[in-house]
């Protein structure tokens, strides 16, 4: 009777590693993929700002809406 109950604590054990282990892979991904995000969020964000600020340094002539080009 005591066989049997020591290998069934081993049994517990390898199952809570492999609910324990699932449930890490599932947070360090999940972070990772919140950080990837964020990355392509800031990249978009700063070439709109870029954009604009190209867009807002452009000379214009008062008679057309076409920009000048400088020579």
Do not use: H, W
């Not at 972070?31 to 990837?36: E, I, S, V």
């Not at 964000?45 to 080009?69: E, H, I, K, N």
């Amino acid at each position: 009777m005591t066989l049997f109950r020591r290998g069934n604590r081993r049994g517990n054990a390898i199952l809570e590693f492999a609910i324990g282990s699932s449930m890490l892979i599932g947070v360090f991904s999940g972070t990772f993929q919140f950080g990837c995000t964020f990355l392509q969020y800031n990249k978009l964000q700063m070439a709109v700002a870029d954009a604009a600020r190209y867009a807002a340094l452009q000379p214009y002539a008062s008679s057309t809406t076409t920009p000048r080009r400088r020579c």
